[in-house]
């Protein structure tokens, strides 16, 4: 079975330029979740899909950042313009949903803003 | 609202050491979910276990060991004859139902280095 990917593994960007993350999902799985962490933190959510609907984005940082999940499946995430703060690492992961809601991770793409 | 705590920032042990990690979680729902993420250098969380709150059972797989105990809201990961494969930085999360979903709320890890 294969594994989330996403891509690209590594970006870097100068302040105020724009930047996407693309996260393919496992198959079948219909919540995927980005999350951003920082160096030497845990993850923190910014937004959680359920199938191609948002169901928390509280804590997306909407005047920059923006996410969509198109039809359910491959999902993007974009900052615009991005901020020296925004150097991190973004991670999508994915489930089944439901109770059990195990995370399945991808590699992450790590975000460097100069 | 939920919260988790990992207090302990930094372990470092010798190989074959015991080495035991602690989680500490908040929440007034009775019913939840813990679990135990490893990410090793290579960036990748990768799920260890799962438990329920209906479910204190102890567990033990291979040199791994949980200790759920809902008396003390704690949720211990012990690695037995540790290897210097287990250095990773290791997450505890709680997950609850929130609004129709599953609200999940991460630790800010222990990084546990395993020195040969």
């Known amino acids: 079975e294969a594994g989330v990917a996403q891509s690209p593994r590594y970006k870097i960007i100068e302040k105020r330029q724009s930047v996407a993350f693309w996260c393919n999902p496992i198959?079948?799985?219909?919540?995927l979740y980005w999350y951003q962490q920082i160096l030497g933190q845990g993850p923190k959510l910014l937004i959680q899909?359920?199938?191609?609907?948002?169901?928390?984005d509280s804590q997306l940082p909407k005047d920059r950042f923006s996410a969509e999940r198109l039809k359910g499946v491959d999902s993007t995430l974009k900052i615009q313009p991005a901020k020296l703060e925004d150097s991190a690492v973004y991670l999508c992961?994915?489930?089944?949903?439901?109770?059990?809601?195990?995370?399945?991770f991808g590699a992450g793409t790590r975000l460097s803003v100069l | 609202a939920q919260k988790v705590t990992q207090a302990q920032t930094e372990i470092s042990v010798v190989e074959k050491e015991d080495v035991t990690l602690d989680c500490v979680y908040e929440?007034?729902?009775?019913?939840?979910?813990l679990f135990w993420y490893k990410q090793p250098p290579s960036g990748e969380l990768v799920f260890l276990i799962r438990?329920?709150?209906?479910?204190?059972q102890n567990e033990i797989s291979g040199r791994y060991s949980w200790n759920f105990q809902k008396s003390t809201s704690s949720f211990n990961f012990t690695i037995t004859a540790s290897q210097v494969v287990d250095s990773a930085v290791y997450f505890c999360?709680?997950?609850?139902?929130?609004?129709?979903?599953?609200?999940?709320?991460f630790g800010t890890g222990t990084k546990l280095q395993v020195i040969p």
């Open positions: 899909f359920q199938n191609n609907g948002v169901v928390d």
């Open positions: 992961a994915t489930g089944q949903g439901g109770g059990q809601n195990i995370q399945y």
């Open positions: 929440t007034r729902d009775t019913t939840y979910y």
């Open positions: 198959s079948g799985h219909a919540t």
């Open positions: 438990r329920n709150s209906f479910d204190e």
């Open positions: 999360a709680l997950s609850v139902r929130s609004g129709g979903y599953q609200k999940v709320t």
